[in-house]
């Protein structure tokens, strides 16, 4: 059975398309099928934050490593060595019109991990999680 191809502007939902959540440069087709269905499963629960908790304000996924990641850029960026950027399960978020901290504030019943960031949040599909990082 061959894989449907996926490029860039796949869309995950609504208003994700794949490519938000890929470094520049990288391959679509080289995302494995789970990483893939995490990566639906995050835009959808995002997209759903965008409706409700963010009143239809643009979440944009950070440039470089927001998203999607492969174990060479979780190393340059400094990541965790188990991070959920390297399957498909987190992305770090900025969106219009309010600061990381009111982006926290807003995602406070968020059920899985929350990471408050001098320029975006952190928000992951594993286990309930709090931190503050580097700020």
């Not at 995490?38 to 835009?43: P, S």
């Not at 498909?88 to 504030?105: S, Y």
């Not at 019943?109 to 320029?119: K, N, R, V």
Request: charged content about 20%; aromatic content about 8%.
């Amino acid at each position: 059975m061959t894989m449907p191809l996926r490029t860039r502007s796949t869309m995950l939902c609504e208003h994700f398309t794949l490519g938000e959540f890929l470094p520049a440069g990288f391959d679509a087709q080289k995302i494995p099928p789970i990483h893939f269905e995490n990566l639906k499963k995050l835009a959808q629960r995002l997209q759903i934050l965008r409706e409700t908790v963010f009143e239809h304000r643009a979440v944009r996924i950070s440039p470089n490593g927001g998203g999607y990641r492969s174990i060479s850029l979780n190393r340059q960026v400094g990541g965790a060595s188990q991070s959920y950027h390297l399957t498909g399960m987190a992305a770090d978020i900025q969106v219009a019109g309010l600061t990381p901290r009111q982006t926290a504030e807003r995602l406070s019943q968020w059920a899985g991990g929350l990471g408050l960031y001098p320029a975006h949040v952190h928000v992951d599909i594993g286990p309930h999680r709090r931190w503050m990082g580097h700020y």
